[in-house]
């Protein structure tokens, strides 16, 4: 039998650990074999200046068994108004077994027709415009609905390769992917998810970062390649 591929597209100022957090977890799937795809075989530049080196093209690259599409803020916005990339994910996912997203990669899935009337995830400072693009928020790390399974925010992309190691090889080989890369969260602050994160932390990033990043994707979703 041929090995289960398993795809990430990749593009300038994506978030790098979105992509290498479940490509670290599914790398180690067995009988599997891992492309990291983009545009053409250029090095791309993540949003933290770390360097990402393609093994496949759009266009040279296999079917794909699960396509996986990270997040990252200006990233994202470019990747939604960017007709090849949108095509090469939603003919890739037509034929996939699983379609998944990390963090705000949701909208690239989103903008190419994939989230039409599914629960859906993503990073917490932009679920509220999941429903731009047909999608339903469900507040969780990991959400599957039927082959689409989307990952909230960045590290949530590391729980959503163990859930899909477990599925296709069980849980006891997830189990053994989550001791040998020793994924044992204990933070030093319990101030990571929006609902326990004290108020002057989250107002700032909401009314900076965030609220400015928001306005950009609802731009970039309303001017998307037609679905």
Not at 73 to 78: A, L, R
Not at 133 to 158: L, P, Q
Request: neutral net charge; hydrophobic residues 40%; aromatic residues 8%.
């Amino acid at each position: 039998m041929a090995p289960f591929s398993v795809g990430f597209v990749i593009f300038p100022d994506l978030t790098q650990l979105d992509f290498t957090g479940p490509q670290q977890v599914l790398s180690r799937l067995p009988d599997s074999a891992t492309y990291i795809v983009a545009k053409s075989d250029a090095p791309v530049m993540s949003d933290s200046g770390l360097g990402l080196v393609p093994t496949r093209t759009f266009a040279n690259c296999p079917p794909l068994d699960l396509i996986c599409v990270p997040g990252g803020n200006q990233g994202v916005v470019d990747a939604m108004g960017d007709r090849e990339t949108i095509e090469f994910v939603r003919r890739q996912a037509s034929g996939a077994q699983y379609v998944t997203s990390v963090c705000t990669g949701a909208f690239i899935l989103g903008v190419a027709g994939l989230l039409a009337g599914r629960r859906a995830t993503t990073h917490w400072a932009f679920a509220e415009l999941l429903p731009l693009v047909g999608a339903t928020h469900e507040k969780a790390r990991v959400v599957k609905d039927g082959n689409v399974i989307t990952a909230g925010g960045v590290t949530s992309g590391i729980d959503f390769g163990l859930s899909v190691v477990a599925e296709i090889a069980g849980a006891a080989t997830a189990q053994t992917i989550q001791l040998g890369i020793e994924y044992d969260p204990a933070p030093p602050f319990n101030s990571g998810h929006p609902d326990r994160a004290p108020e002057a932390i989250k107002a700032p990033l909401m009314s900076g970062r965030y609220d400015k990043a928001r306005s950009a994707y609802r731009t970039a979703i309303a001017n998307a390649p037609p679905r």
